[in-house]
């Protein structure tokens, strides 16, 4: 039978209506309508090259499904072909492909940190992050948002209470929810004065900024203490995520990551994917290009129009604050062609519920301009 008795479904329906109530019950929804709101930044997810691999290696044998984990029989050409180029492209001695960027977090932060070790963690990280933190062995604090003196005064109060493990400081180059970035070079510092690990979380980044899309930590990659989560299904096109390191850490991960050894291994078409689209990096630096160049249009708009945006990158919050508000901004948008979502907490914090422009290369200018004189009117003029 399909039916729940309503006894045991009542605690359920109880927290739903909670959610209900405080406009932050979430629904599935097709897609409909201009594209900003998908991490499709470089346009690569429905690109012929990406399309044309990926059939290509269907007609060459390769296998829809690997068929187990990586360390049996699911150890495809494709995964080891992709890792050696990523490693490569990326600047580092090694990259473990995993099925998922909330994957490769948990797993990295459930493995690698030991106990007696301290996870500091910016406060806005993403939530697998966070889930990682609490999951694994090491104990962990949380810093002020993009701020190295919290960090250190973090880390300095850890050692005058008797911590002694080592330390790993946790950011995301690029934060998904504020299109801020991370002051990289203060945390690089940091980690060497402490002897500490830094790991970057470049989803947001990785294929939009550095040297042909290699990312914000781009200057930094090779570095012993240094690891780096690398998402493949945003401005890559794909799935999955490649996390980079020093060739110990990728060996210690394939003998002790749970998520690793446990796991069937992503499908080899994936990996071919995202290895295409790594070449797509590299011989079409123009998508990255064109991108920046939307993006500073988008903001000298958003300025003439009186909005002080808190970003410079592809990702404009416009904070709204009450959770109903925002959902009501965003769905008259949406009835005007234009797909925006509003988000609430807990993905942000309380009261500060938002709209969240994402700038990919599925739009033009024009749409720009459209979106933007819808939302002043949407808003009558009180752009904030």
């Given amino acids: 039978m399909n039916s729940v008795h309503p006894g045991k479904a009542a605690p359920y329906i109880s927290a739903l209506n909670v959610l209900k109530e405080a406009h932050r019950l979430r629904s599935l929804n097709p897609r409909a309508g201009i594209d900003f709101t998908s991490n499709d930044y470089l346009a690569l997810a429905s690109a012929p090259r990406m399309k044309n691999a990926v059939l290509a290696a269907i007609e060459a044998g390769t296998p829809i499904g690997a068929g187990g984990s990586r360390l049996l029989r699911g150890n495809c050409e494709e995964h080891e072909s992709l890792e050696a180029e990523a490693a490569n492209f990326f600047g580092a001695e090694a990259a473990l492909f995993f099925g998922s960027g909330y994957v490769a977090n948990f797993a990295v932060l459930t493995t690698v940190p030991q106990k007696g070790d301290l996870l500091v963690l910016d406060s806005l990280v993403h939530a697998s ?8 062995r090491a104990d962990f604090r949380m810093s002020t948002h993009n701020d190295p003196e919290s960090v250190e005064s973090t880390i300095r109060d850890w ?57 914000l930590t781009a200057s930094y990659e090779g570095r012993e203490n240094l690891l780096i989560v690398h998402t493949c299904g945003k401005a890559l096109g794909a799935a999955g995520a490649l996390v980079t390191a020093s060739g110990i850490l990728r060996d210690f991960m394939v003998n002790r990551c749970r998520p690793f050894i446990f796991a069937t291994a992503p499908s080899p078409l994936l990996a071919v994917a995202v290895r295409e689209a790594i070449l ?4 079409e630096p123009e998508r990255q290009q064109r991108l920046s160049e939307l993006v500073a249009f988008t903001h000298g708009q958003i300025k003439q129009r009186g909005w002080t945006s808190p970003s410079d990158s592809q990702i404009v919050p416009y904070i709204v604050g009450d959770n109903a508000r925002a959902m009501r901004l965003a769905s008259a948008l949406q009835a005007r062609g234009f797909d925006i979502r509003g988000i609430r907490p807990p993905t942000v914090p309380t009261g500060t519920a938002r709209l969240r422009v994402s700038l990919t290369l599925n739009v033009a200018e024009s749409d720009v301009r459209a979106m933007l004189d819808a939302l002043v009117e949407e808003t009558e003029g009180r752009l904030q």
């Fill in 129 to 136: 992050i966070h889930e990682g933190a609490r999951a694994g």
């Fill in 159 to 215: 050692r005058a209470k008797g911590g002694v493990g080592r330390i790993w400081i946790v950011a995301e180059s690029l934060y998904s929810m504020d299109g801020d970035f991370a002051p990289l070079k203060e945390l690089v510092a940091l980690a060497d004065r402490h002897d500490a690990f830094l790991m970057v979380d470049e989803a947001h980044a990785t294929g939009v900024y550095g040297a042909k899309g290699r990312g």
């Fill in 280 to 283: 797509i990096l590299q011989q």
